[in-house]
């Protein structure tokens, strides 16, 4: 005991690499449970910053055990690029510190062709993926046609796997999209090599992190997206095709309910979304313009994984009310309140209104919220910058102010408050709850 749950309360890219960090000093184990490289975790310390898909933002400590759950969906050609990348950065990335479920699914160079072709077939209705072939693979897994990592163990068998689906997957690439598809051949004498450099990394994740929470050793589930991207209970059909939720950690790492300690729901100060999809509180000109910053720094909002900038608009607390209920979240992270910084007055969506009628709580699943409009709170701006505030009374009142709303709105603790990039730009709020 105990397994600490990190989860994005939002459209994912709410700052989860960073809290993430924080907390693995602390950490024992630190587990990524859902997705796979259409994440993008940036973590920076001091002068550097380290941009992670797929392993777990803990790794830059030295102490933690790193995990891909099998929940995940890996790119094996992505993963060694990101730990030949991290290991020329002097972090050590050896099969002691980092491990992959051997029940975690392969991403090959045919599901990132069918995710391609099946969204310029949409069209203008397309979902608006990272194209990192996660639809693809996840469906191969759910109609158990998909390639597990444990296949790896034998290269050979692994290579014949891999030419079999994409053989399979080119009928489908050129006969039904008339699309070029990867070469069966090339493409699995590349995955045997890769089998050979990841083999030692196989294990079975379940069992080691049981094993550890009997011991008493802290467990860290990194969750990726956020919840309103999952595959049940966000915005279908614009999610993802996993569950970055509290049951998709359970899941994807192979663990039960009874471990569970904190669940840590990490919220942007304000709402920002990729791809398609509704987005009541989305905002444009200035205000989204403030919101998401010109692209110069790492943290504007622009996308790690694809670089496309990201809609911006104003904290919506019905979504925000909607996640905690879903994840059972027992804290919130608020990150990037300095971001808000400059603007006033500052608006919070407090309710829904629906043909004539308010609703604080959504009345329906997410699917429809085109079909909403948002009922704002205005509250006052600060003009000050807030980036080297130490504690909570360090905060102009207006911020304060702010925060103790959003507490109240969402009737769950801030316990940490993020206020610029770096390590210690964190405020410890418990006091305050
Ligand atoms: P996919 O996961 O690449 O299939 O993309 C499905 C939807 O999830 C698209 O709207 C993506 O923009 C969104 N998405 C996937 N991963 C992330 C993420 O890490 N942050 C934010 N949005 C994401």
Known sequence: MPLDVILGSQWGDEGKGRITDLLSAKADIVARFSGGDNAGHSVTVGDQLYKLHLVPSGIVHTHTTCMLGSGMVVNP???????????????????????????????????????????????????????????????DKATRSGIRAGSMTNPEEFADLVEKHTQDAANILEKVFQQQAPNPTEVALAYFDIAKRLQPYLADIG????????????????GAQGTLLDLDHGTYPFVTS????????????????????RIIGVTKSFQTRV?????????????????????????????TTTGRPRRCGWLDGVLLRYAIRINSITE???????ILSGLDPIQICTAYQFEGT??????SDPTNLAEFSP?????????????????????PAEARAYVQRVQQL?????????????RDQVIDNTNQD
């Open 77 to 139: 050609v992505h993963l060694l690029d990101e730990m030949d990348y991290l290991e020329s950065e002097g972090v050590d990335v050896s099969p002691k510190r980092l491990k992959i479920s051997s029940a975690a699914h392969i991403i090959t160079p045919s599901h990132i062709a069918l995710d391609k072709a099946r969204e310029a077939q949409r069209g203008s209705a397309g979902i608006g993926t990272t194209m990192r072939g996660i639809g693809p693979a996840y469906t």
């Open 207 to 222: 069992a080691l992190i049981a094993d550890a929470l009997d011991q008493g050793k802290i467990v860290l589930a990194e």
């Open 242 to 261: 996993s569950y970055p939720t509290t049951a998709g950690a359970l899941m994807g790492l192979g663990v039960g309910p009874k471990h569970v300690r």
């Open 275 to 303: 791809g398609s999809g509704a987005f009541p509180t989305e905002c444009e000109g200035k205000i989204a313009q403030h919101l998401r910053g010109t692209g110069e720094h790492p943290w504007d909002e622009f996308g």
């Open 332 to 338: 919130l992270t608020l990150t990037k309140l300095d």
């Open 358 to 363: 308010s609703y604080p709580d959504l009345p």
């Open 375 to 395: 009922e704002y709170e205005a509250m006052s701006g600060w003009d000050s910058d807030i980036t080297n505030a130490q504690d909570w009374d360090d905060l």
């Open 410 to 422: 969402a009737n769950t603790p801030i316990r940490l408050i993020s206020i610029g990039p770096e």
